[in-house]
């Protein structure tokens, strides 16, 4: 139970650290570790390394549907089947998928972005929330 309580503890800590630094978060889920889709994925992420830290994409795995129940719910996810959801800067998702996406498509998706215009007192200045 100590255990359990540090997983959640950490993964509340690194979640919340991910939104402070304006980061985008890249979640993937699978019913466990030898999911092929989710070996795929990974390892198309791990051949564009360069990519990934150039759009500053932290990366989370969740294989264990029965500890990571509140993930699974919280993001509406299949427990048996691959789901990658690609979070904006902003912490609200932006595309979600059931099948392994190549890193052309997503950095696409990521580098075409519309500029949302941010109101701040009485001006109002474009920022790419990339």
Not at 47 to 71: C, E, H, L, N, Y
Not at 104 to 121: H, M, R, S, W, Y
Request: proline share 2%; aromatic share 10%.
């Amino acid at each position: 139970m100590k255990q359990l309580s540090a997983i959640f503890f950490l993964l509340a800590f690194f979640l919340t650290a991910a939104q402070a630094q304006g980061v985008r978060r890249m979640l993937l889920f699978a019913g466990d570790s030898t999911n092929a889709d989710l070996k795929t994925q990974r390892q198309w992420l791990h051949a564009d390394s360069a990519g990934v830290v150039q759009r500053d994409i932290w990366i989370a795995v969740f294989t264990d549907p029965k500890t990571f129940r509140r993930m699974y719910d919280h993001h509406d996810v299949d427990r048996d089947e691959f789901t990658l959801v690609l979070m904006r800067k902003d912490g609200t998702e932006q595309v979600r998928y059931e099948k392994p996406v190549t890193t052309k498509e997503l950095f696409e998706i990521i580098d075409t972005a519309p500029a949302q215009v941010i109101q701040t007192g009485g001006q109002q200045k474009k920022n790419q929330n990339k």
